[in-house]
């Protein structure tokens, strides 16, 4: 009997023991916001009280570099005198962040802030009241600079239910896929370019070809496993000119729709036109070994394998780029690394504002505090600069009023990658020089060919289907990431038993879901 | 009523010694057993982070329809009662063989090695398992395709065949138990009474004719115990060995995937706390019958042998 304890009763157990530390927890929290501020302490007579020392503990993303410490140590020291708070950062690595994540709202654990977007839980935790609601009050009283500062559209878009749950990024940015290639392997084989899907494609046969012990682009990981699928997706709804798709968010319920048309006809993705070709291009790319036959196990995403030397091509956007560009000119010069536009004239996307931001969790002990805290990370260019960038005079140096040189220690603090991305601020932004050398080139052609969708900000609420999403979600973690890898000996057949287990779990639901919602979206975000 | 209270108390005074080595058991039980079901509760909630498990609003059975909506319900419970069936079935014949082996050995120093090694592979993590399999079966780099490809034959792609998993699986967990449950008859069949074997011999009874009638009837006992233990954990998949071992692969999750993996891949991507809680009530639902189920046969059939 004993052996049939559950990890799910382990893991209730501990929930429940935890979350009664929490409540004890949550009660006493309360008392430091209620006393009338002691007055003492704080130099501003009118400013909230910080006359208690708190150490606020945040999450990132990422593995932690490994000057980290040392610039935290600055950013703690002008917090410290500033609001008498330091930072202690916590770190879930990317291979496992989609399953820690969750688990740490779950576990009682006591933290303060998180980094968040649209693409990291942000409407699921919000949802669950996972975070602590911002509101215009406390926006004013505790991050004064924030309020000021905070674009009007970013503060809308990150409304749940009306409420504010994080703070957006105060930054407006591209996002563009690349390929990043090794130089000397591109020479040996006398591949020009990959600015083309066939260039691409010629590449990575040269690979299978000649270099056995390679694998030519290994995806496959939760990071990257719908990124060539995507790529290839967008290539052909953008061919379709006024007639392309919009997948709508949350994307792992597989629905599109028109993104022209005025009546939001919603559809599954397996629907559309273009699903078949996108396929057929995936399978013909891993019939030929341009990925692993293991790629469905993959547990290191295509950045780390390329940067291992284990594989000769991966994708990621441009941001990464940008980072690891700069990192294995550093460690590998001999790669020569060549970055190419991955989009093949799909247009970029100007992102949401909600790609990156902070939020401060619910259960927050100091939410107050956590709110100045990064009040000062987002706002005050010391802090700034040191999170984004790192130590000036040791990780980089100023180049005019909006470049940076990246210094040789840069490769314990890389630009632009510790997870700072919600705190970005286009009044401190400055861009590397002597980056990717075609980085002008390309973000030019971004630029002309870029556009916000329409359905950006469309936020689904599924509070009245939530059984046809389980049944629909856990489709997609299954069936459908194995088609966007390309696996399937007979697409047709597969499609087709994919839709019948889609209509089993209810999608037609699903979509009138959609339907409803995505009609009422148009009315209020009439097209200009 | 009194008196029942007064015997227990005198009960409790004369094996103060027994009740005291049971303590600890029965601390463990109760704070990891007892206690937590009262999270029970989560299946029949909406769970939300703030108002906690006891908090969060209920909603009656609404989170049980997902499990059967997914359409996962029938084929995770299949998969973990043929899994189950299949180890017990293989594991406990492959133990009985090894520790009467063993026995019949001579030579100490051999059977003591041969044991430990055999005890060894208890003690290696699953997720250690699940490198050693994935970097023998890997399509590309493993150790078996470069095997095959030295000899100039075709590699085989394993992750991508779900008729192979079966067999993998109950290997593997032959490997790691098999090991554990021969120490345990070992333990029982050196109980047997010796003079037994000596009158044998002297009737003349051959190896095979001691095994048949003394040494199989002497663990029955044994068999008995362990094998309604495992009823017990009959719709429980060893949650570890499927997670690690199978690396939650897509391609074969069709005969892979237990209630545990599901319960746990479903709370994963879905945060939906009350769901999964449902899903797993149910197998603890069923557990509970099929304990209930098999003591009741077995007191009919060996009425000494049951458990309660």
Same mark, same amino acid.
Not at chain 1, 56 to 81: A, H, Q, S, W
Not at chain 1, 418 to 445: A, Y
Not at chain 1, 479 to 484: E, R
Not at chain 2, 64 to 69: L, W
């Given at each position: 009997m004993k052996k049939s304890a559950k990890l799910l009763a382990l893991v209730l157990a501990l929930v429940m023991a935890l979350s009664l530390f929490a409540a004890c927890g949550s009660t006493s929290s309360s008392a430091p916001a209620s006393t009338p501020a002691a007055a003492s302490g704080s130099g501003t007579a009118a400013g909230p009280d910080i006359s208690e020392e708190v150490t606020l503990t945040m999450y990132l993303i990422g593995d932690r570099p490994v000057d980290n410490d040392l610039v935290f140590e600055k950013i703690n020291e002008r917090l410290k005198e500033e609001i008498n708070a330091t930072i202690d950062v916590k770190f879930m690595s990317w291979s496992e962040y989609e399953q820690k994540y969750p688990l740490i709202f779950a576990s009682g654990e006591d933290w303060d802030m998180i980094f968040t977007a649209d693409w990291c839980f942000y409407n699921a935790q919000a949802t669950k009241q996972g975070f602590w609601e911002i509101t215009p009050e406390a926006l004013e009283t505790y991050a004064p600079m924030t309020a000021e500062t905070m674009y009007p559209e970013a503060w809308e878009q990150a409304k749940v239910d009306g409420k504010v749950y994080m703070l957006p990024m105060n930054y407006q940015e591209l996002t563009a896929y690349v390929w990043m290639a090794r130089g000397d392997l591109m020479d040996k084989y006398g591949i020009e370019s990959l600015d083309t899907f066939d260039g691409a494609e010629e590449y990575m046969q040269a690979i299978v070809d000649n270099e056995p012990s390679m694998i030519p682009l290994d995806v496959g990981s939760d990071y990257d496993r719908q990124f060539v699928f995507d790529l290839i997706w967008n290539v052909e709804s953008n061919a379709k000119g006024e007639d392309n798709y919009a997948v709508l968010t949350p994307t792992n319920l597989m629905t599109c729709v028109g993104e022209n048309d005025p009546e939001a006809n919603v559809m599954s993705t397996l629907d559309t036109d273009i699903f078949m070709t996108?396929? $057929?291009?995936?399978?013909?790319?891993? /019939?030929?070994?341009?990925?692993?036959?293991?790629?469905?196990? $993959?547990?290191?995403?295509?950045?780390?394998?390329?940067?291992?030397? *284990?594989?000769?091509?991966?994708?990621?956007?441009?941001?990464?780029? @940008?980072?690891?560009?700069?990192?294995?000119?550093?460690?590998?010069?001999?790669?020569?690394?060549?970055?190419?536009?991955?989009?093949?004239?799909?247009?970029?996307?100007?992102?949401?504002?909600?790609?990156?931001?902070?939020?401060?969790?619910?259960k927050s002990k100091h939410p107050e505090r956590a709110l100045m805290a990064l009040d000062y990370l987002r706002n005050d260019e010391i802090c700034h600069n040191l999170f984004c960038y790192g130590i000036e005079g040791v990780h980089w140096e100023a180049?005019?009023?909006?470049?940076?040189?990246?210094?040789? /220690?840069?490769?314990?603090?890389?630009? /632009?990658?510790?997870?700072?991305?919600?705190?970005?601020?286009? *009044?401190?932004?400055?861009?590397?020089?002597?980056?990717?050398?075609?980085?002008?080139?390309?973000?030019?052609?971004?630029?002309?060919?870029?556009?916000?969708?329409?359905?950006?900000?469309?936020?689904?609420?599924?509070?009245?289907?939530? $059984?046809?999403?389980?049944?629909?979600?856990?489709?997609?973690?299954?069936?459908?990431?194995?088609?966007?890898? &390309?696996?399937?000996?007979?697409?047709? &057949?597969?499609?087709? @038993?994919l839709k019948t287990k889609l209509e089993a779990a209810g999608v037609a639901a699903l979509q009138d879901a959609f339907h409803t919602q995505a009609l009422t979206f148009l009315e209020s975000h009439p097209v200009e | 009523m009194k008196r029942k209270k007064s015997a227990f108390l005198r009960?409790?005074?004369?094996?103060?010694?027994?009740?005291?080595?049971?303590?600890?058991?029965?601390?463990?039980?109760?704070?990891?057993?007892?206690?937590?079901?009262?999270?029970?509760?989560?299946?029949f909630k909406e769970y939300n982070y703030h108002d906690g498990i006891f908090g969060s609003p209920w909603v009656g059975f609404k989170n049980f329809e997902y499990f059967f909506q997914s359409g996962k319900a029938w084929s995770v419970t299949r998969n973990t009662i043929l899994y189950n069936v299949a180890f017990l079935c293989v594991n406990t014949f492959l133990q009985i063989t090894c520790a009467i082996l063993l026995s019949e050995l001579a030579g100490k120093w051999f059977k003591r090695i041969t044991q430990s090694v055999m005890f060894f592979p208890y003690f290696i993590s699953w997720v250690v398992v699940g490198a050693f399999i994935y970097n023998m079966f890997n399509f590309e780099f493993g150790a078996v395709n470069t095997f095959?490809?030295?000899?100039?034959?075709?590699?085989?792609?394993?992750?991508?065949?779900?008729?192979?998993?079966?067999?993998?699986?109950?290997?593997?967990?032959?490997?790691?138990?098999?090991?554990?449950?021969?120490?345990?008859?070992?333990?029982?069949?050196?109980?047997?009474?010796?003079?037994?074997?000596?009158?044998?011999?002297?009737?003349?009874?051959?190896?095979?004719?001691?095994?048949?009638?003394?040494?199989?009837?002497?663990?029955?006992?044994?068999?008995?115990?362990?094998?309604?233990?495992?009823?017990?954990?009959?719709?429980?998949?060893?949650?570890?060995?499927?997670?690690?071992?199978?690396?939650?692969?897509?391609?074969?999750?069709?005969?892979?995937?237990?209630?545990d993996t599901y319960v746990t891949r479903s709370l994963l991507q879905l945060q939906e706390f009350g769901m999964t809680s449902a899903a797993g009530l149910y197998q603890s639902t069923f557990s509970f019958l099929l304990v209930l189920l098999a003591n009741k046969l077995v007191k009919k059939v060996e009425p000494d042998y049951a458990l309660f």
């Amino acid at each position: 009997m004993k052996k049939s304890a559950k990890l799910l009763a382990l893991v209730l157990a501990l929930v429940m023991a935890l979350s009664l530390f929490a409540a004890c927890g949550s009660t006493s929290s309360s008392a430091p916001a209620s006393t009338p501020a002691a007055a003492s302490g704080s130099g501003t007579a009118a400013g909230p009280d910080i006359s208690e020392e708190v150490t606020l503990t945040m999450y990132l993303i990422g593995d932690r570099p490994v000057d980290n410490d040392l610039v935290f140590e600055k950013i703690n020291e002008r917090l410290k005198e500033e609001i008498n708070a330091t930072i202690d950062v916590k770190f879930m690595s990317w291979s496992e962040y989609e399953q820690k994540y969750p688990l740490i709202f779950a576990s009682g654990e006591d933290w303060d802030m998180i980094f968040t977007a649209d693409w990291c839980f942000y409407n699921a935790q919000a949802t669950k009241q996972g975070f602590w609601e911002i509101t215009p009050e406390a926006l004013e009283t505790y991050a004064p600079m924030t309020a000021e500062t905070m674009y009007p559209e970013a503060w809308e878009q990150a409304k749940v239910d009306g409420k504010v749950y994080m703070l957006p990024m105060n930054y407006q940015e591209l996002t563009a896929y690349v390929w990043m290639a090794r130089g000397d392997l591109m020479d040996k084989y006398g591949i020009e370019s990959l600015d083309t899907f066939d260039g691409a494609e010629e590449y990575m046969q040269a690979i299978v070809d000649n270099e056995p012990s390679m694998i030519p682009l290994d995806v496959g990981s939760d990071y990257d496993r719908q990124f060539v699928f995507d790529l290839i997706w967008n290539v052909e709804s953008n061919a379709k000119g006024e007639d392309n798709y919009a997948v709508l968010t949350p994307t792992n319920l597989m629905t599109c729709v028109g993104e022209n048309d005025p009546e939001a006809n919603v559809m599954s993705t397996l629907d559309t036109d273009i699903f078949m070709t996108t396929l $057929n291009k995936v399978k013909d790319w891993r /019939d030929r070994g341009f990925w692993s036959r293991n790629a469905v196990v $993959n547990t290191q995403n295509n950045t780390e394998s390329f940067q291992a030397g *284990k594989s000769a091509l991966a994708v990621m956007n441009i941001n990464t780029a @940008k980072s690891l560009y700069a990192t294995l000119q550093a460690e590998h010069p001999e790669w020569d690394v060549r970055v190419f536009d991955a989009m093949n004239g799909a247009p970029a996307t100007i992102q949401s504002y909600l790609a990156n931001g902070m939020s401060i969790f619910s259960k927050s002990k100091h939410p107050e505090r956590a709110l100045m805290a990064l009040d000062y990370l987002r706002n005050d260019e010391i802090c700034h600069n040191l999170f984004c960038y790192g130590i000036e005079g040791v990780h980089w140096e100023a180049v005019g009023e909006t470049g940076l040189k990246s210094l040789p /220690d840069s490769v314990n603090y890389a630009y /632009d990658s510790n997870c700072n991305w919600g705190v970005r601020n286009d *009044k401190f932004w400055r861009t590397v020089e002597g980056g990717i050398p075609n980085s002008e080139e390309l973000t030019e052609t971004w630029k002309a060919t870029a556009r916000s969708g329409r359905y950006l900000t469309f936020v689904f609420d599924d509070s009245a289907v939530k $059984n046809e999403v389980a049944a629909v979600s856990e489709i997609y973690n299954s069936d459908y990431k194995l088609l966007q890898l &390309g696996f399937t000996d007979d697409p047709e &057949g597969d499609v087709a @038993k994919l839709k019948t287990k889609l209509e089993a779990a209810g999608v037609a639901a699903l979509q009138d879901a959609f339907h409803t919602q995505a009609l009422t979206f148009l009315e209020s975000h009439p097209v200009e | 009523m009194k008196r029942k209270k007064s015997a227990f108390l005198r009960d409790l005074k004369k094996n103060r010694v027994k009740w005291l080595m049971l303590l600890p058991a029965a601390i463990v039980v109760i704070l990891m057993c007892y206690i937590p079901m009262g999270g029970i509760v989560l299946a029949f909630k909406e769970y939300n982070y703030h108002d906690g498990i006891f908090g969060s609003p209920w909603v009656g059975f609404k989170n049980f329809e997902y499990f059967f909506q997914s359409g996962k319900a029938w084929s995770v419970t299949r998969n973990t009662i043929l899994y189950n069936v299949a180890f017990l079935c293989v594991n406990t014949f492959l133990q009985i063989t090894c520790a009467i082996l063993l026995s019949e050995l001579a030579g100490k120093w051999f059977k003591r090695i041969t044991q430990s090694v055999m005890f060894f592979p208890y003690f290696i993590s699953w997720v250690v398992v699940g490198a050693f399999i994935y970097n023998m079966f890997n399509f590309e780099f493993g150790a078996v395709n470069t095997f095959l490809r030295s000899l100039g034959m075709d590699p085989v792609d394993i992750y991508s065949n779900k008729a192979v998993w079966p067999f993998i699986l109950i290997g593997v967990s032959a490997f790691k138990n098999v090991g554990y449950g021969t120490v345990m008859y070992l333990a029982s069949i050196m109980n047997i009474d010796g003079q037994l074997y000596e009158a044998a011999d002297l009737d003349g009874a051959n190896m095979w004719q001691k095994i048949r009638h003394i040494t199989l009837p002497g663990i029955r006992p044994t068999v008995v115990i362990l094998f309604l233990l495992a009823i017990g954990t009959i719709m429980k998949g060893d949650f570890q060995m499927f997670w690690q071992v199978t690396g939650n692969n897509p391609m074969v999750l069709d005969v892979t995937d237990v209630i545990d993996t599901y319960v746990t891949r479903s709370l994963l991507q879905l945060q939906e706390f009350g769901m999964t809680s449902a899903a797993g009530l149910y197998q603890s639902t069923f557990s509970f019958l099929l304990v209930l189920l098999a003591n009741k046969l077995v007191k009919k059939v060996e009425p000494d042998y049951a458990l309660f």
